[in-house]
């Protein structure tokens, strides 16, 4: 009876298999692989279009979803169609269309397109299709509409304050206490002051609240150390590093430090939604997420969340040389190097179990002699008994077995004697009788 419900369990679990692969393949069959002739045949309809590079981890991550994403709106009958790109096979279509890292979600919309910041989630996605292919100016029927649209708009403020308050100031203001310089389309509207001007929130470009905050409530230059670039991780932006030695005051380091300054203060609308800028004093911290020594002065692009890292390929001469270099960073020209993959995990055990040791002999020689020499001689010591051991016995063993074997040829040997002893008395009278005998018979 137990083989006939083991095969029926084999079947089911092979039936239950089946049917996960058949929905996997029903979710890629609503998401359509575009091609250069996307460019001609979309404006006919709404796209939802994923760009995305074969090598970038994240697209790895959104690709189940997005996946998702296209099943949803086609069984809710929705007219955006979900498609995805390869933007490294179509560079042009894809810089055409703006996409400057990867992944990057558009929406297509005749000549608009609208890139989608929120978190990359299914229902949040969805939520952003349904909003930007609707009516840009949606009418309010009733006084009531409007007190929910405005309640609405209020309470994820307070909610990204109650949230984001440890970092930053949060204020709500009437309008007609507002500066005269700063210029607002609508109202209510929510507005970030820095870097000497503002910034307002829109909720079609910048997607969600809390995540926009987050990412603008640092300067657009800062000056950089260890705890700042573990912040810096949660805003999803890449961090362009100045390293150098603000005590060295050769002009190659005034000279990159005034270089990436520029590019952040004029360059702030092309980069700022993917890159923070700064600089760093020493290379000390930059060597341990590099696991290698950083030449001093240089400039190095990090991504935090997931430890990669862009080093230069080539000599940044002035501001439009470091245009260049981002640039190429951002359509996948630089290869990105290190990353959070499981060999990089053991490298990186290794290297800091190097530099731990390494760092304890330079600060406290005689600390690092105790720490490690202690251990290392306990267990000579111990290896030396244990061989010892053996040793020894085996000698008492040997020479046991020598002198068994002395005794057992010494038994042997008067055994020998006694035999010959006893032999030789008897041969004598036997000779010695035959001589009488000849005697009496001479006589």
Known sequence: MARPTGLRSWATSGLFAAVILLDLAVCKGFVEDLNESFKDNRKDDIWLVDFYAPWCGHCKKLEPIWNEVGLEMKSIGSPVKVGKMDATSYSSIASEFGVRGYPTIKLLKGDLAYNYRGPRTKDDIIEFAHRVSGALIRPLPSQQMFDHVQKRHREKYIDAASELIVYTYFFSASEDVVPEYVTLKEMPAVLVFKDNTYFIYDEYEDGDLSSWISRERFQNYLTMDGF???????TGKLVAIAVIDEKNTSLEHTRLKSV???VARDFRDH??????????DGNDYINTL??????????VVLNTSNQQYFLLDRHIKDASDMVQFINSILDGTVPAQGGDSILQRLKRIMFDAKSTIVSIFKSSPLLGCFLFGLPLGVISIMCYG???AD???????????????EMENQEQIEERK???SISGESLVPAMQEPKDVLEKKKD
């Not at 700042?228 to 949660?234: I, R």
């Not at 040793?391 to 074997?405: C, F, L, P």
């Open 271 to 280: 980069f700022h939604r993917n890159f923070q800028f700064g600089h760093m």
């Open 290 to 299: 590099l696991m290698d020594e950083l030449t001093v002065p240089t400039i």
């Open 391 to 405: 040793t020894e016995g085996g000698y008492i063993e040997e020479r046991y077995e020598v002198s068994k074997s």
């Open 386 to 388: 244990i061989y010892t």
């Open 418 to 420: 006694e035999q010959e």
């Open 228 to 234: 700042l670039l573990y912040e810096l991780g949660d």
């Open 260 to 262: 990436v300054q520029e």
